[in-house]
Nanobody, 123 residues
């Protein structure tokens, strides 16, 4: 089993910044691709960004391109997400996820999930 522990999140005004971090523990003898998903109230969970396990490939959903930056600066099976120029529509619970698939945007291909952290952006 792999456990994912998230930190960061909180409340910020529009235009502000927040940083989310996630670390994997447990069966981390292999590398995983790490991603962030989010779920806004009354909406389905959606993909936000992914970092492939070799750190070579990154992909973002269109609405966060140029504002969010995913990275694995703290070593394998860790991931952070710097979120700048935040908008009220970014308000959601953000989830860290890990996948054995090299590079996936599909929620179904992520086996491990964090507990979620709330991000609230006020206008």
């Amino acid at each position: 089993q792999v456990q994912l522990v998230e930190s960061g999140g909180g409340m910020v005004q529009a235009g502000g910044s927040l940083r989310l971090s996630c670390a994997a523990s447990g069966r981390t003898s292999r590398s995983y691709s790490m991603a962030w998903f989010r779920q806004a109230p009354g909406k389905e969970r959606e993909f936000v960004a992914v970092l492939s396990w070799d750190g070579e490939n990154i992909y973002y959903r269109d609405s966060v391109k140029g504002r969010f930056a995913i990275s694995g600066d703290n070593g394998p099976n860790t991931v952070s997400q710097q979120m700048n120029s935040l908008k009220p529509e970014d308000t959601a619970v953000y989830y860290c996820a890990a996948s054995g698939v090299w590079f996936s945007l599909k929620e179904s291909e992520y086996s491990y999930w964090g507990q979620g952290t709330q991000v609230t952006v006020s206008s």
